[in-house]
Each structure stands twice: as structure tokens, then as C-alpha cells.
């Protein structure tokens, strides 16, 4: 059944936790974490690895690292420098994901840190698309 339209007449957004929520390979649905860069979803190294599958196949074929949000703890991972990231610019998918998971939008900012700290590397981030 479809959703009817909120009364402001637009369409509810969709939640993107649920979508997500099974590895596209397997079905696993305990670990799952979704590609930021393509939104494949596949479950976490310590289940079937189907995300690490992903990433490594990915980087070799498009030369673009994979940045991947845990739907476990929201935690975001680069696959290209192999640690947890953060960045202003993954604060829109972190607050979908959150409100998808709890219902709710997070009350703070997870990822309020500035665009000139160094410790950042901006380079991992997934070009933004020049055509929609």
C-alpha cells in the first residue's frame, strides 16, 4: 500500500533505514551497511563481508573509494583509508539514516566540525554528481 500524501500535499519521504536494511547479496539483515556513493547495501566483514566485496570491487573499477554508513550504530567508514570518517557533508545521509532508524531526526549535529580542519580528507569524499 502506498503512503497518501502529507498535507502539505508532498509525499512522505522514504526511509531509507528499512530500504537498506538487507545485504543485496545474502539477505543478511543484522549488520547491514549501505554505500554512499551507490547506495548498494551488504552486510559487515564480521557476517559475509559483502560490503568489503563491494568496496574493493569498486575501487578497482571506478578508481572512487566507498564511504559506507553502519545501520548498527549510524558510524561512517571509509574503505579507502580504512577508519571511521566525519565531515559536514555527511551530515545529510547520517540524519535520514537516524530518522529511518529511531523515528526522529537526531536534536544535535553529529558531524559539526569545520571544512578547513586538515584532519579531514575531503579527497574521500564522493564527487558530487554534475548531472541529475
Known amino acids: 500500500m502506498i503512503p497518501s500524501p502529507q498535507a502539505s500535499g508532498k ?11 538487507t545485504c543485496e547479496a545474502c539477505g543478511d539483515v543484522d549488520e547491514g551497511w549501505v554505500c554512499l556513493v551507490c ?19 569498486t575501487d578497482r573499477e571506478t578508481e572512487h573509494p566507498v564511504i559506507a554508513i ?15 570518517v566525519t565531515h559536514p557533508k555527511l551530515e545529510e545521509p547520517f540524519r535520514e539514516f537516524h530518522r529511518g532508524k529511531f523515528g526522529k531526526y537526531p536534536s544535535g549535529r553529529l558531524h559539526d566540525v569545520s571544512l578547513d580542519d586538515p584532519k579531514f580528507v575531503v579527497e574521500c569524499l564522493p564527487k558530487e554528481s554534475s548531472t541529475k
Not at 11 to 21: I, V
Not at 70 to 84: H, I
Open 39 to 57: 547506495c548498494f547495501s551488504g552486510c559487515s566483514r564480521y557476517k559475509k563481508g559483502h560490503m568489503v566485496e563491494h568496496a574493493e570491487d
Open 11 to 21: 509525499a512522505p519521504r522514504e526511509n531509507r533505514y528499512w530500504k537498506y536494511k
Open 70 to 84: 553502519s545501520l548498527s550504530d549510524l558510524s561512517v567508514w571509509c574503505f579507502l583509508c580504512d577508519e571511521y
